[in-house]
């Protein structure tokens, strides 16, 4: 089995491939597991990794069909779809994030379209892709209603994935992702960036500014669950995802508070302190309008893995990184 990663040099990307490699397996378009024989990883920039023969590392533009009929063969089974302009730059720079989340997107089905093998294909959609009056509870079928141009970007390309199944293109598969947390590394572009700063920076001394007020409601989800979730939504058979292909994710809903709490509990008050509340009105008006809680019953019916509280999430972090 052949699989192409596209975003193979973001976060996610890099813990994805590695993930893939000690899997061995995943399941082929007969529905049984497969074995692993080449996983390219295609991202602007080269992904760095130790010499894998299973890795292939790609560098280039995914919104050049050149260079996406470059790494998509007739042996291509699975994509996992990770590129992305994050949130905060695509409504800073709207002419890239239009470029790489909207036209990449229909460019890399166009040429899975083009292969006539129809690859399953997992695109990372977003909370994002709501938004507005919302119920207290989000499903999985409620309508999309994005306030920001990368929610508007996800949301498209969740409807095109769609369109693209059901004319039998691809197998495709939709997860929406809460924000992930804990991150390590820096902070980036997105307006979510502060959900693993006001973790990460407190634990490395430094402080942290959080631009939302303490009650502002989250939904998220650890790196490690992210990943395991993604493969356990290719691994699903198509039929039972029927016509709705979007599937909300398992996280955990809570505060900017609980949060700082949760920080509290594990690495005390010292860690905690180092959080300073400053609002910010242009995050809070993108970060506001993403749903707090959403029903994740379809997705537990599906047996998909779930944080259990976010002291958990942070005593994972914490390991990892040590």
């Known amino acids: 089995m052949n699989i192409?990663?596209?975003?193979?040099?973001?976060?996610?990307?890099?813990?994805?491939?590695?993930?893939?490699?000690?899997?061995?397996?995943?399941?082929g378009p007969?529905?049984?597991?497969?074995?692993?024989?080449?996983?390219?990883?295609?991202?602007?920039?080269?992904?760095?990794?130790?010499?894998?023969?299973?890795?292939?590392?790609?560098?280039?533009?995914?919104?050049?069909?050149?260079?996406?009929?470059?790494v998509l063969s007739e042996k291509t089974s699975a994509v996992f779809h990770l590129a992305s302009v994050v949130s905060g730059q695509a409504e800073m720079d709207f002419d890239l994030g239009m470029q790489v989340n909207l036209d990449a997107t229909?460019?890399?089905?166009?040429?899975?379209?083009?292969?006539?093998t129809k690859p399953r294909v997992v695109f990372t959609s977003s909370v994002a892709v709501y938004g507005g009056a919302l119920p207290d509870v989000v499903q999985d079928s409620t309508a999309l209603n994005p306030?920001?141009?990368?929610?508007?970007?996800?949301?498209?390309?969740?409807?095109?994935?769609?369109?693209?199944?059901?004319?039998?293109f691809v197998d495709g598969r939709v997860a929406r992702l809460p924000t992930i947390s804990v991150r390590p590394g820096k902070p980036n572009?997105?307006?979510s960036s502060f959900a693993s700063g006001i973790i990460r920076e407190p634990l490395n001394g430094l402080e942290a500014d959080c631009p939302v007020s303490?009650?502002?409601?989250?939904?998220?989800?650890?790196?490690?669950?992210?990943?395991?979730?993604?493969?356990?939504?290719?691994?699903?058979?198509?039929?039972?995802?029927?016509?709705n292909r979007a599937i909300n994710l398992p996280g955990l809903s809570v505060t900017a508070g609980d949060m700082e709490d949760a920080l509290r509990?594990?690495?005390g008050e010292a860690v905690a302190s180092r959080i300073r509340w400053i609002r910010n009105?242009?995050?809070?008006?993108?970060?506001?309008?993403?749903?707090?809680?959403w029903d994740t019953s379809r997705a537990r019916h599906m047996a998909f893995p779930a944080d259990t509280d976010f002291d958990s999430v942070i005593r994972a972090f914490m390991e990892d990184v040590a």
Not at 147 to 168: M, V
Request: aromatic share 4%.
């Open 281 to 293: 009105p242009k995050v809070e008006r993108i970060v506001g309008s993403w749903p707090g809680a």
């Open 147 to 168: 306030q920001s141009s990368y929610g508007t970007q996800k949301a498209i390309g969740e409807l095109l994935l769609s369109d693209y199944h059901r004319k039998g």
């Open 189 to 191: 572009q997105a307006a």
């Open 265 to 267: 509990r594990v690495a």
């Open 214 to 243: 303490k009650d502002t409601k989250l939904w998220l989800m650890s790196p490690e669950i992210a990943i395991a979730c993604l493969l356990a939504l290719h691994d699903l058979p198509s039929e039972i995802l029927g016509s």
């Open 4 to 27: 192409l990663i596209t975003g193979g040099a973001g976060f996610l990307g890099q813990r994805l491939v590695q993930a893939l490699l000690r899997k061995g397996t995943l399941v």
């Open 30 to 70: 007969t529905g049984a597991p497969e074995s692993i024989q080449k996983i390219t990883l295609l991202d602007v920039v080269a992904a760095q990794m130790p010499h894998e023969p299973r890795v292939e590392i790609v560098a280039g533009n995914i919104a050049d069909v050149a260079v996406l009929r470059s």
């Open 106 to 116: 229909r460019l890399l089905l166009d040429v899975c379209r083009e292969m006539g």
